[in-house]
């Protein structure tokens, strides 16, 4: 998959907020995504991102 800056990731596992969707906010070896539930900010590697990726949109 092709990630991008600013794009909408919907994962497999919800935030404990209700949210399944996550903004990318970096990109690289490691990604850094906000929840747009709560804004809460996370760092995950690339791999866990690409498992658990269940689909992808724009801003």
Request: with cysteine; charged share 30%; aromatic share 6%.
């Amino acid at each position: 998959m092709d990630f991008q800056v600013g794009q909408i990731v919907k994962l497999k596992k919800k935030h404990p907020c209700g949210s399944f969707e996550w903004e990318i906010l970096r990109v690289g070896a490691d990604f850094r995504l906000k929840c747009l539930g709560c804004e809460h900010q996370v760092m995950l590697s690339r791999s866990l991102v690409e498992k658990n990726c269940r689909g992808l949109r724009d801003k």
